[in-house]
């Protein structure tokens, strides 16, 4: 089935710092990825929809200059935290949709930890 | 999208059926019903979908009722592996294109042996 692959599962960086999570679509072209963060006990909330070429679209209250998304190919997109704080610290989860069947897949998910 | 009402948390025990409800009352003739789960740190997983007929796959059975107001998810042998936060999600098949799913705030199942 359709794969999206998303690294690094973990980091721990300092505040101040830069992160860079990186979705991958392994077996299909994803014109379309979107970026969700969840908190702890909470569901997951949409920040941003990228798609490949183009500037992405983010949610009310998503800063774009904080949380830059590249979607350079068909294939990756990249959402940077910058200067991060530790109220970044979150679960940040991608996802594609999938051409063949309009379904959706999900990467396994980054933990942020701003320290 | 259709609005969907789901029970906060379940429990079940380990080998039993898991009947998971979701009420969806406004959903529109061309909306299908969706499921997915998310395990504890882990990015959510499809389950079965379905437009109005009953719908099974190796995972679950997914019954919709005739008036398609409301489903429920069956895991027929529920295990520990099951435990995780289940998604109940109305939208038109495929969607509007560029458009991500909108997650509400599920149901935790919670299965014990």
């Known amino acids: 089935g359709a794969v999206v692959s998303q690294h690094p599962s973990r980091v721990i960086c300092k505040s101040g710092t830069s992160v860079k999570i990186e979705c991958r679509s392994l077996?299909?072209?994803?014109?379309?990825m979107f970026w969700y963060r969840q908190f702890p006990k909470q569901s997951l909330m949409l920040m941003a929809t990228?798609?490949?070429?183009?500037?992405?679209?983010?949610e009310q209250g998503v800063e774009k200059d904080k949380f830059l998304i590249n979607h350079a190919s068909l294939t990756l997109s990249t959402l940077t935290v910058t200067s991060a704080h530790p109220e970044d610290s979150s679960f940040y989860i991608c996802?594609?949709?999938?051409?063949?069947?309009?379904?959706?897949?999900f990467g396994s998910g980054t933990r942020l930890t701003v320290v | 999208d259709a609005k969907t009402t789901q029970p906060p948390s379940m429990d079940c025990a380990e080998g039993r059926a898991a009947n998971l409800p979701c009420n969806h009352s406004?959903?529109?003739?061309?909306?299908?019903v969706y499921w997915y789960r998310q395990i504890h740190s882990q990015g959510p997983q499809y389950i079965i979908h379905?437009?109005?007929n009953n719908e099974t796959n190796e995972m679950a059975s997914l019954i919709i009722t005739e008036d398609r107001k409301s489903s429920t998810l069956i895991l027929p042998h529920a295990t520990l592996r099951d435990t995780a936060v289940y998604y109940c999600?109305?939208?038109?098949?495929?969607?509007?294109?560029?458009?991500?799913?909108?997650f509400g705030k599920g149901t935790t199942l919670s299965v014990s042996s």
């Open positions: 996802s594609a949709r999938v051409p063949a069947n309009y379904g959706y897949t």
């Open positions: 379905g437009l109005k």
């Open positions: 999600i109305v939208r038109v098949a495929g969607g509007q294109a560029g458009t991500a799913l909108i």
């Open positions: 077996d299909f072209q994803a014109t379309t």
């Open positions: 406004t959903i529109s003739g061309n909306e299908y």
């Open positions: 990228s798609n490949e070429g183009s500037k992405a679209t983010y």
